[in-house]
């Protein structure tokens, strides 16, 4: 007997991520894309693009991350931005800052650029060179995010932390205060894609996840409204897992440079969906209706112990991804969650990792990946 079909999803999405390229200059071993990156020739063309954000606006779409890679690689940039203010989406440009230059920064707010989020390393020149495989990146950085104030854009500073920097937390801190931010996200490496292959180079031990909680707390009560802090902590060492992109097809869609459509963007790793393309299908129906998004929504899916537990509609039994990464069953309860029967084998794996001399890097590249 076959499964009834469910019902369409009625509820919009908040967000679009639009990874418009995987191109980037920088190579950071934490890198979330995916180990097999999608090449220039394959990317959507800017009628797709202006088409996908149509889409999106008439769903209910309601902001736009612009993402990657490196989205001012994209030529076209100004023209997506500029058809998002027409739709009235609110647009923010995710980038690493290394190579726009102020003409280009004013041509994209001229074009209704509503928001940048700046991706900042290392606080430290040569440790920002280094995780990102770039010479001079740490001055291009702040020359960019000058730029950025100068021109009365919002900005938000994304500190990706790991055990090479978190000794350097406050410095990030102060950094976002002088450099005029709004908002300073500290993020913990989340450990898929690049970063899953770089995990034991960059896990932190326990002692810097510790003192990285205490320097945010001091920080938020000293500095208040001056500066929101957004804080993510590595799933490993986590009582409870996230509610990975606030569950399954709730609340974000992501389309990638080939225009390839998933409900997070690590959801490739899940074996026998098949994710469908904005070049085949519209995206109310990918959203709404296709397999791949009804997979994880709801409750069904669950099995014990998240089906019968109190936060089933809090955090969703966790990611599914990561499930199927540290576990090979996408249905399993996420691993970072204290009630999973795998927590402990995992927990130690990522002291262990963190307790030895940490490996080589192994960058972020185009070129196909050595097995
Ligand atoms: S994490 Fe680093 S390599 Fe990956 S897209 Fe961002 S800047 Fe580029
Ligand atoms: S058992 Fe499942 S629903 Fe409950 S906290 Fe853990 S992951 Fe979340």
Redesign the pocket.
Known sequence: MTAPAREPWREPPIGLLAELTHR?P???P????PLELTRRERELSTASWERVLEEAAELGVLQLHLS???PTLRGDLEAIVARARALELYSNLIT?GVGVSERRLEALAAAGLDHVQL?VQDVDPAGCDRI?GFQGSLARKLAFARAVRRLGLPLTLNAVVHRHNLDRLERFVELALELGADRLEVAHVQYYGWALANRAALMPTRAQLDRSVEIVKAARARLGDRLLIDFVVPDYYATHPKPCASGWGRAVIVVGPDGRVLPCHAAHVIPGLVFPNVEEKPLRWIWQESPAFQRFRGLDWMREPCRSCARREIDFGGCRCQAMQLLGDPEATDPACTLSPEHARIMALAEAEAAAPPPAFRY?RLEPVPA
């Open positions: 980037c920088l190579a950071c934490y890198c979330s894309n990657g890679g490196e690493a991706s990102g972020r």
